[in-house]
């Protein structure tokens, strides 16, 4: 059943432009999104829910709620934390690209909910989202 207050969002790497959707690995009955997370020595793969509004996590790491992760892009191993800090705790916010034009961050920390939706080119890239999901709006 479809959640209609919830969006299925499709993620790429904002360093190399790949996708970073698991088809094989679902969350909330929708391909997730998958990163590779870094906590105190120890590498894993986190899956994270599409669906915009949903906090659920799948991880390998066993990582501590409010502690922070490093995350990087699987397919190009770049870094993908950023200088930008979370206006909640001041953790590092964590960018991911829309498929469709546009960047969505994430805290980097355990438990915390902020993130932001940003659009560079306002008009053609918020048109493309909108027309990408124009059935939920």
């Known amino acids: 059943m479809r959640n209609s207050t919830m969006v299925e969002v499709r993620i790429k790497c904002p360093r190399c432009g790949e996708s970073l959707m698991d088809e094989d690995r679902q969350i909330d009955g929708h391909p997730s999104i998958c990163a590779e997370g870094y906590f105190e020595g120890n590498r894993g793969r986190i899956w994270m829910s599409s669906l915009y509004g949903s906090y659920n996590v799948e991880s390998e790491l066993d990582v501590p709620e409010g502690d922070v992760t490093e995350f990087s892009c699987p397919k190009c191993g770049e870094s993908l934390n950023s200088t930008r800090s979370c206006e909640l705790c001041k953790a590092p916010m964590v960018p991911f690209g829309f498929a469709e034009g546009g960047v969505v961050q994430i805290c980097s920390r355990k438990g915390c909910r902020r993130h932001l939706v940003e659009f560079s080119d306002i008009r053609a890239e918020l ?11």
């Open 127 to 137: 048109r493309s989202f909108l027309d990408s999901y124009s059935a939920f709006f």
